[in-house]
């Protein structure tokens, strides 16, 4: 089971807080570190591995953001309390620092749970992020607005922020804040796709066969079976055309169906980060998400491959009656030529 949990790392007592420049200095140590962690053993010997983290650094202190895989949440917290410890005490340059909250906020089941539903139920969302403190959820958002300027392919308009207009319910910051939300996702899904590519690789079988998968497990389900090793290879081929896409000053619409389902998967991952930022509730994710939409898609028909098979069977896709919806044109750019070489290999069907 994946865990998402929070830690707070605190300075030694009678330490002043903490200047720009140690703040940048504190964050690229700490996230060095933890880079080198390929696993964690916990205090009873449990095996705890690391999938993917975020630090943030404010006056006070650090807050680590960490995704792990464990077997259940206690270990995923004792786990995690004991290895941080253990690195804050060899880390020379921290000295005195020690590790304060430290506890899961959320399973990977309640974020799908959270976040899977249609942005119509967004007011259902009760998953609760953990009780952050001011300081902790101000070096988030900071962080969000930091990433928000890589996204040069949407402007505050892409969601909804209107400057000639007084009473727009979408500021220029809650615009900025998702763009950076967008950014932090984009970086998160890069990674669990990796991971989801040497899971099948090891597995030598589709997603319909694997659990432990982040990502193909949020595209349609209908077609899990055909969701092998070279699938997720040229999935995450497209998703990297994508973030370069998203990093240029210009934009349009998603170049093939599987970029669509990619951009679609990455609303979601952004989601979370706005999520564990506590910003949900505050920011009108309803008028956001529709001026996004409007904005990145030229139509929303590969929500349609979302939709349960009827009663005729799988096989009545084919009414869908709309190009690039077979899943054998997932990958045919909408246009002339190939978007890249290596999604010219033909997927097996069987």
């Given amino acids: 089971m994946e865990y998402q949990l929070t830690a707070d790392l605190i300075p030694a007592d009678g330490t002043p807080d903490l200047d720009p420049l140690q703040r940048h200095g ?12 390929a696993g964690i053993e916990g205090p009873d010997g449990v095996e705890v591995e690391p999938l993917d983290h975020r630090v943030a650094v404010h006056p006070g202190g650090a807050v680590i953001t960490w995704l792990v895989d464990a077997p259940a949440l206690s270990f995923a917290e004792d786990a995690a309390r004991h290895v941080l410890g253990e690195m ?10 020690t590790v304060g909250r430290c506890e899961v906020i959320a399973s990977d089941d309640d974020l799908e749970a959270a976040l899977g539903a249609p942005a119509d139920d967004a007011d259902d969302e009760d998953v609760d992020p953990g009780e952050l403190t001011d300081e902790e959820i101000d070096a988030l958002r900071a962080e969000l607005l930091r990433s928000a300027p890589t996204l ?26 998702v763009a950076g939300a967008f950014v932090q996702g984009m970086e998160i899904l890069t990674d669990e796709l990796f991971a989801d590519v040497q899971e099948l690789d090891d597995a030598e079988a589709s997603a319909s066969e694997v659990e432990a998968l982040s990502v193909l497990n949020q595209l349609p389900q209908r077609y899990a079976d055909h969701y092998g090793p070279l699938f997720a290879k040229q999935f995450l081929v497209v998703s990297a055309i994508l973030g370069h896409r998203l990093a240029q000053p210009t934009w349009t619409p998603p170049l093939c169906t599987a970029e669509a389902l990619a951009l679609h998967v990455l609303k979601s991952e952004a989601g979370v980060q706005l999520h564990l930022a506590n910003l949900l509730d505050e920011l009108p994710m309803k008028e ?38 077979d899943f054998d044109e997932w990958f045919l750019p909408r246009g002339h030529g190939v978007l890249h070489p290596y999604l010219a290999v033909e997927q097996p069907l069987e």
Wanted: glycine fraction near 6%; aromatic fraction near 6%; proline fraction near 7%.
């Fill in 26 to 37: 504190v964050a690229a140590l700490l996230d060095e570190r933890l880079d080198l962690l």
């Fill in 88 to 97: 804050l005490e060899q880390t020379e340059l921290l000295p005195g620092w």
């Fill in 152 to 177: 040069a392919a949407f402007g505050p308009e892409a969601f909804g922020h209107r400057a000639d207009d007084p009473d727009c319910p979408v500021s220029a910051e809650a615009a900025a804040l």
């Fill in 288 to 325: 956001i998400l529709a001026a996004f939409d409007r904005h990145a898609f030229a139509d929303m028909d590969h929500e349609r491959l979302y939709e349960l098979p009827s009663e005729a069977g799988e096989d009545d896709i084919d009414l869908l009656g709309t190009p690039g919806l």
